[in-house]
Each structure stands twice: as structure tokens, then as C-alpha cells.
Nanobody
């Protein structure tokens, strides 16, 4: 059984930074790409960032480029999302997910249906 557990969310002021973590178990973590998505209240879940199984390739949504950085530590079965210069519009529940396809590279999965397992999410709230 694959389990993904996100952590690191919270209530922060605009301009601050957060580092989200997603700990994975139940699958050979190092062979699958990972992604982060977010869902704001009343809105659809949207792609934020993704990283290939090796960590060599990443992709970001245009709205977060330059502020968000995705990384992974295969030895710790963990993927991270560093979020800098937080804005109120970043307020959302952030979810990590695993790619359905193993060893996908150099492309990374960026659509919801390319991911099969999801965490429970971690809330990020940015105040002005």
C-alpha cells in the first residue's frame, strides 16, 4: 500500500517562506516521478511542480516559476517543495502525488490523471 504524508504547511505572512515535505512509503520511491498540486477553496486542483525519478528534470506552473523549487531525496523517500516569497494567492491545500509510470524521463507528468497515489494534503494559508 502506497502512502504519502505531507507536512510543513501553516499560516504565514506574505513574503515569508515555507518548505513542504512529502514522505513516501510502499513503493520503490526512487523509480517514480513525483508531483505537487494545490487546490484553493472552491477551485480545481492544479499542477504546481514535478520532478523526475532521478531528480534531473523538473517542471513548474508558470504562476510559481522563480519562487517554488521542487527537490527530492531518494535516500529518505521524500520530496520537498520550497516556497519563497509567499503570496495570498498561494493559499491552498498542497498535495503530493506519485507518477503512474516508472522511469519516466526526460519529461515529467503534469496532469492529474498521470498520477495515481495522493497524500492527504497540507494547508498553506498566506495572510497579508
Amino acid at each position: 500500500q502506497v502512502q504519502l504524508v505531507e507536512s510543513g504547511g501553516g499560516l504565514v505572512q506574505a513574503g515569508c517562506s515555507l518548505r513542504l515535505s512529502c514522505a513516501a512509503s510502499g513503493r520503490t520511491f526512487s523509480t517514480y516521478g513525483m508531483g505537487w498540486f494545490r487546490q484553493a477553496p472552491g477551485k480545481e486542483r492544479k499542477f504546481v511542480a514535478a520532478i523526475s525519478w532521478s531528480g534531473a528534470n523538473t517542471k513548474y506552473a508558470d504562476s510559481v516559476k522563480g519562487r517554488f523549487t521542487i527537490s527530492r531525496d531518494n535516500a529518505k523517500n521524500t520530496v520537498y517543495l520550497q516556497i519563497n516569497s509567499l503570496k495570498p494567492e498561494d493559499t491552498a491545500i498542497y498535495y503530493c502525488a506519485t507518477d503512474r509510470v516508472f522511469y519516466r524521463e526526460p519529461e515529467v507528468a503534469i496532469t492529474l490523471w498521470e498520477y495515481d497515489y495522493w497524500g492527504q494534503g497540507t494547508q498553506v494559508t498566506v495572510s497579508t
